[in-house]
């Protein structure tokens, strides 16, 4: 399984988390499969996890820094 760790800042503590997660979360569906597209793109999906699964599993707000994906 490939994965992308989010390297995010709490927005409440002022503290850096940093969380392994499926790599999927970073790719866009395209016309026949799943697609890992530009920087940009992968920072708006990756956002879109935080938003909607990771402030609730962490119980703060967080905010993007970096990411990068296993080898």
């Known amino acids: 399984m490939k994965t992308v760790t989010l390297t995010m800042n709490d927005a ?3 503290e850096e988390v940093v969380r ?23 920072r708006k999906n990756l ?4 938003s909607e699964r990771g402030n609730e599993q962490h119980n703060t ?3 993007l820094i970096s990411w990068e994906f296993s080898k």
């Open 12 to 14: 409440l503590s002022g």
């Open 20 to 42: 392994t997660i499926d790599a999927t979360n970073a790719y866009s569906s395209g016309n026949e499969a799943w697609e890992l597209r530009g920087k940009n793109e992968q």
């Open 61 to 63: 707000i967080l905010e």
């Open 47 to 50: 956002e879109s996890w935080i």
